[in-house]
C-alpha cells in the first residue's frame, strides 16, 4: 500500500498545486499551510487550488485546518 504523504495531493500523490485557470500561481503545503512559491499577475482574493497532476480541486480551508491536503468534496 502507497502511502502519500500530508503535504500531497491525496488522489494522485503530487506535490506541487494550481491555482484557478488563467492565473499563474504555484503552490505547496509547507508548515500546515498553501506556500506560493511562483506567481504571476494574481490579483484576486478567492482563489480555487488545484493538483497540478490531476486536477483534482483542493479544499483551502480545510487544508489549513487539518494540516494536511484536503480535496474538496470528499
Ligand atoms: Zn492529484
Known amino acids: 500500500m502507497k502511502r502519500i504523504g500530508k503535504n ?7 506535490g506541487s ?7 499563474y500561481q504555484i503552490l505547496e503545503f509547507i ?9 504571476e499577475g494574481i490579483n ?4 480555487r487550488i488545484f493538483c497540478r497532476d490531476c486536477g483534482s480541486e483542493i479544499d ?3 487544508s489549513i485546518l487539518q ?4 480535496l474538496k468534496n470528499e
Do not use: A, S, W, Y
Open 17 to 23: 498545486f494550481d491555482t484557478e485557470p488563467n492565473q
Open 60 to 62: 483551502e480551508q480545510e
Open 44 to 47: 484576486k482574493k478567492d482563489l
Open 8 to 14: 500531497k495531493c491525496p488522489k494522485c500523490g503530487f
Open 67 to 70: 494540516g494536511k491536503v484536503i
Open 31 to 39: 508548515d500546515g499551510k498553501f506556500e506560493k512559491i511562483k506567481m
